[in-house]
């Protein structure tokens, strides 16, 4: 008697991300205009600061590249310019600007936080990327971000700057930033979040802060905007010494 017909393979079950994948293709048309206009220059004002820290022959990783204007400039001035998106629009637009003036660039398309070239780059710029992801997942992609510097490396974060100061500025700051928050979130692009003191953030992932430079809407107005510069240390910080107890009296 024939035995039962050996049962069908079973296919694994798709595994869900653990976060979402955000692909800014629908907004590439307008993402720079809209920053502009939304900030009076300063979102740029803050993204072209990292230029200062940035050498000739240094190895830049730009995360969640976008339209890249400031990795143009970084590849301009000689460096080394290697850019990660998930959007093939946005990319597609950096790859312009670059053939524009007659520069190259490695343009990645996929998952910024999949690169795995530990150690390898003078500095990481993540420009309104962190703002991506919700608290726990941030600190995730911090520390990934942090573990690609090489020692003495720079991380450099310009995005939305966290209130302070009297009731009203904290009150103008959370009204203002939260607008925009929303408007992305409608659009799928951003979770709900708070405004990141990166500064705490980068110290806790074991890195040196250096200085954090603020930007005014249009120049002028109330501090909205903010660059952070933290440093990975030369050496990993050592444990100190135990204390000697009492002497043996024998």
Known sequence: MAGSPPAAPQRPAPQRPARPLRNYDLVAGVYDLGCHVYSGGAIAASKRAHLRFVSAGDRVLYLGVGTGAEAVEACANGAAVTAVDLSPKMLARLRRRLDARGLDAELILGDA??????????????????????????????????????????????????????????????????????????????????????????????????????????????????????????????????????????
């Open 113 to 250: 936080l999949a690169h795995r070239r530990s150690g390898q780059y003078d500095a990481v710029v993540a420009h309104y990327f962190f703002n991506l992801f919700e608290p726990e997942a941030m600190r995730a992609a911090l520390r990934q971000a942090a573990a690609l510097l090489r020692p003495g490396g720079r991380l450099i974060v310009a995005d939305l700057a966290p209130p302070r100061g009297g009731r009203l500025r904290r009150l103008l700051n959370h009204a203002y930033s939260k607008a925009a928050t929303a408007a992305f979130l409608a659009l799928r692009l951003a979770p709900w979040r708070p405004n990141y003191h990166y500064a705490a953030e980068c110290r806790a992932v074991g890195l040196q802060a250096e200085g954090t430079i603020p930007f005014r809407w249009a120049g002028a107005g109330p501090i909205f905007f903010e660059t952070v510069v933290a440093r990975r240390p030369d050496r990993p910080p050592t444990r100190p010494p135990p204390t000697p107890g009492p002497a043996d009296p024998n």
